[in-house]
């Protein structure tokens, strides 16, 4: 189901450096524009979901087909010489933690966690410094200006500030915030769609105190207890939990197939792992 206008990009692969990606790139549409497409490809989806944001059921279906979001875009990876990003999900209710996963979630309990959905406190002073410090540990060499880990934040968040006011450019998009003692962590920047939740990026403070605590595995943990509805009063309530790419052959990306049972996009099938 292909709804509106695509393009294929290619560009230096980021996971791989012998090899050329290739993306297929799709603009989001706004509310009014999202109706306009289902009226006209899946009215079927509206008549079953008329108390949704159109929008939100618009992104959930690209969910199912392996899209991301990235600011104001939906992505796929599409190269043809290579299959290795498989869209993985999970099916919350029946997720199990493992061993390791349920100590890291008890290490944590005195984390403060909280939702953010007003947008104009996903680009603060504080995240844009905590993001410069995250970036740091993957360039050690470069040296981020403030402005440009706020254009970053911006970006991630699809955000836009127009005279003044901040604007979502796609309406699901959130913020979890993990506080320590009262000072930020982490940031999760989710995105909710129809009966699911997107984990889009995560970026936390990289002092050794906070690395010991494996942030990263309860940050996971906290986001599909957000999904069974256990946190926030149930607003985030979802069956479904994306976490993006899994890349067997990265090891930045596959330690998420230790969050158990998945499902892994495969030749367009979601099959379960």
Known sequence: MNMSDEEYFEFECGYFSD????????????????????????????RESDKINPQEIFYAEYLKMGFRR?????????????????????????FVSSK?????????????????????????????QLLKKYDKRHNPEKEESFDEAQDSLYRLNGVREIDGEFIKLYSGTMNIDFLLNGKL????????????????????????????????????????????????????????????????????MNYKSNYNPHELLIDGEWIRQ
């Open 19 to 46: 090899k050329v990606a290739q993306e297929i790139i799709d603009g989001i549409p706004n509310e009014e524009g999202s109706q306009l497409l289902l009226e006209k490809y899946r009215p079927d989806l509206l």
């Open 70 to 94: 990235s600011d104001r875009y939906f992505y796929k990876a599409e190269c043809p010489n290579c299959k290795k990003c498989l869209g993985i999900r999970i099916q919350v209710k029946d």
């Open 100 to 128: 390791s996963q349920r100590k890291a979630y008890r290490k944590n309990q005195d984390v403060e966690i909280r939702l953010v959905t007003d947008p104009k406190e996903f680009v603060t002073d504080e995240k844009v």
């Open 185 to 252: 962590v982490a940031v999760s920047v989710i995105d909710r769609a129809k009966n699911a939740l997107s984990s889009n990026y995560f970026y936390f403070d990289i002092s050794d105190e906070i690395m010991k605590r494996s942030i990263g595995v309860f940050s996971v943990l906290a986001e599909i207890d957000a999904c069974k509805g256990l946190l926030f009063d149930g607003q985030l309530k979802s069956e479904l939990y994306y976490l993006g790419y899994y890349i067997e052959d990265c090891n930045k």
